[in-house]
Nanobody, 124 residues
Framework: QVQLVESGGGLVQPGGSLRLSCVVS????????MAWFRQAPGKEREFVAS????????DYTDSVKGRFTISRDNDKNTVYLQMDSLKPEDTAVYYC?????????????????WGQGTQVTVSS
């Protein structure tokens, strides 16, 4: 089994920053394409960002481009989401996910393993 554990969520004021981490453990291959999704109350889960297994390719939803950065450290089996210039509309539970596919993409149905989520609240 593959386990994903997120951390780093919390309460932050608008304009502030947070860094989320996701550690992958268990019966893993060398590395997976990874992504971050989020789900706000009453809304569907939405794609935030993804990264290739090598870390050389990334993708972002338009609303976070220029503010969020996804990265990974394969030696530590960890994926990060640096979130800057946070807005109240970024408030959600953030989930990391890993895919058995060869490439990363924004479709949540292509991701096989999910973390339990970490709450991010942006409020003054």
């Amino acid at each position: 089994q593959v386990q994903l554990v997120e951390s780093g969520g919390g309460l932050v004021q608008p304009g502030g920053s947070l860094r989320l981490s996701c550690v992958v453990s268990g019966r893993t291959r060398s590395s997976y394409p990874m992504a971050w999704f989020r789900q706000a109350p009453g809304k569907e889960r939405e794609f935030v960002a993804s990264v290739s297994w090598s870390g050389r390719s990334t993708d972002y939803t338009d609303s976070v481009k220029g503010r969020f950065t996804i990265s990974r450290d394969n030696d530590k089996n960890t994926v990060y989401l640096q979130m800057d210039s946070l807005k109240p509309e970024d408030t959600a539970v953030y989930y990391c996910a890993a895919s058995e596919m060869l490439t990363h993409n924004p479709d949540y149905s292509d991701y096989d393993y999910w973390g339990q989520g970490t709450q991010v609240t942006v409020s003054s």
